[in-house]
């Protein structure tokens, strides 16, 4: 073990990447692992070398190209097979070829596994995992033991589970890693179970739950407080299933309600950044309600709790959010009251303090706004050219003459289909018409707006449209129903990106002032006055 608290072990690279659409290349991996490490875990488990292509070149690049400030790495295998010795065992062999100073050992625990999965009797299980924890403590190696299926095999047969831990401990194991592999384990079953071990087994202890109860980070938290001194899990909650225990809320939970410490290096203040960097790399989308690193973990909707928050924040939130790298966040909807709008605008960079008036009349605007199908709690972006108009800016950058959307297609042969879009508009003093085509209305439009602009704003080159969302609002309406569109828009060489929303009768219409919207508001960021 090492001088911390708790050990923390990230499985991300391999149980977290069983996750369904999910598929890790080896760039991937090496790009994840520097980011883990930053984070300040103790051990970041790479693969299973050996079974798997990519995981045995991963560990070949690893032991080249990367150097580890907090972490080390560890191969994930199993004990060897039935019948034959560990040194002989090609996939033994390979966990110490892949040079990981800690190899991970799964071992059948529960008695029905052993007889039924691995059909080799009880007294050979056991076997495989002496030799197996002998064999490669003798080469040098720190062993963990992964009991699979530890709990329910407990909840079937105690001596059995217990006689397997004390197998490994035998053959050299450092830290026994109890699994609920199938996740079905309750708080309160684990701890009665981990207390039972912890007074029989005095090697260190952890834990890896799986969340199919919804209780992943709870039974986490529930082994710790029975004397489990390790915790297994991966980012975002990543895994098989329905997932692992998300490690960034487990060791947030742990630092920050039971004071241990964790992470090493202070790490957990870059939560919120590694999380999200991590999302990027995987291309899972992160989830806005996760806890603690979510984009809404902090944020705040309602008028009466902005009229607290404003006062103090700690009345509505039970931490600090920089204390995971979090921020504070005022959604603004029909709901807002002058305090909400007042907060938003600080958080906006705009001193809206003491201004009763515009405060009152940009919180007008967003209820009715919200009324006629708009919502601002997604688009930071509309809201800020809103509160800028009330502020009096003016912020046109082209005056539109027409524009129009032509869809064509041959009757029988949807995929035949032709749209184009003509704009005329005038912009850095002169008059521009511009044609676009696209794979759609919205798409031409889109064309045919940048081209229509370029010329007088090449900024407008380096936003890129990410992301495009189209919910119909009073369905019941059936075609004449109001449509809201919301469009995500990224900034090429910052990264830096806002969302815009546009409501209308129809999708186009919508979209065009969404567009127009993100355009206009890049423009501003980017310090560009009309031309």
């Keep these: ?46 693969g299973w070398p050996g079974a798997v292509p990519k995981d045995t070149e991963f560990f070949g690049l690893a032991a080249k190209e990367l150097t580890f400030r907090n972490a080390q790495l560890a191969a994930f295998g199993m004990t060897r097979k039935a019948g034959t010795t560990a040194g002989s065992d090609p996939q033994v062999r390979a966990l110490l070829d892949s040079e990981a100073p800690i190899i991970t050992l799964v071992c059948k625990s529960d008695i029905r596994h052993a007889e039924r999965a691995l059909r080799v009797s009880p007294d050979e299980n056991l076997a495989m995992i002496e030799e197996t924890f002998a064999f490669i403590t003798g080469e040098g190696r720190r062993v963990i033991m992964d009991a699979e299926h530890f709990f329910d095999g407990y909840r079937f047969d105690p001596e059995y589970t217990i006689r397997a831990l004390q197998a490994a401990a035998n053959g050299g194991a450092d830290t026994l890693c109890l699994c609920d592999t199938n996740g079905g384990m309750l708080p309160e079953d684990v701890t009665e179970i981990v207390a039972a071990v912890r007074a029989r087994i005095d090697l260190p202890l952890g834990m890896h739950a799986h969340n199919d109860s919804g209780c992943a980070v709870a039974n986490s938290m529930a082994a710790v407080a029975a004397g489990a001194t390790h915790v297994q899990g991966c980012i975002n909650g990543y895994g098989e299933r329905t997932g692992n225990a998300d490690i960034i809320s487990v060791v947030a939970n ?82 807002a009251g002058r305090a909400s709008i007042e907060l938003k605008g600080k958080e906006l960079g705009f001193d809206l303090e003491g201004q009763g008036e515009l405060l009152g009349r940009v919180t007008d605007r967003v209820k009715h706004a919200e009324a006629a199908g708009y919502t601002f709690d997604a688009a930071d972006a509309s ?51 511009a044609v676009g085509e696209g794979n759609g209305p919205v798409n031409a439009l889109d064309h045919a707006l940048r081209t229509s602009l370029k010329a007088a704003y090449p900024e407008i080159e380096a936003f890129e449209l990410t992301d495009f969302k189209v919910r119909i609002m009073d369905a019941s309406h059936g075609t004449d129903a109001i449509t809201r569109v919301l469009i995500t828009t990224v900034h090429r060489e910052t990264g830096r990106s806002w969302r815009t929303v546009g409501v209308g009768p129809n999708v186009i219409e919508a979209a065009w002032e969404a567009m127009v919207d993100s355009l206009v508001y890049g423009l501003i960021k980017e310090g560009v006055e009309r031309r």
């Design 1 to 46: 073990m090492t001088d911390l608290t708790v050990e923390v072990y990230d499985t991300t690279l391999r149980d977290g990447a069983q996750q369904e659409g999910m598929n890790l290349s080896v760039a991937d991996k090496m790009a994840i692992a520097p980011l883990l490490d930053e984070l300040g875990v103790g051990v970041i488990e790479g």
């Design 254 to 335: 742990l630092e920050l309600k039971k004071g241990l410490t964790v992470l090493k290096g202070g790490g957990l203040t870059e939560a919120t950044r590694i999380a999200h960097a991590i999302s990027e790399i995987t291309n899972i989308a992160p989830f806005a309600r996760q806890p603690y690193v979510g984009a809404s973990a902090f944020a705040h909707k309602a008028g009466l709790h902005a009229s607290a928050i404003r006062v103090d924040p700690d009345l509505y939130q039970h931490t600090q959010p920089e204390h995971v790298g979090n921020g504070l966040r005022m959604l603004v909807s029909d709901m």
């Design 383 to 433: 809201f800020e050219l809103l509160l800028r108009s009330e502020l009096g800016e003016d912020n046109v950058y082209w005056d539109v003459e027409t524009w129009r959307v032509r869809v064509s297609s041959k009757p029988g042969d949807p995929t035949d289909a032709d749209a184009e879009a003509v704009i005329k508009l005038h912009a850095g003093g002169e008059r521009h018409v």
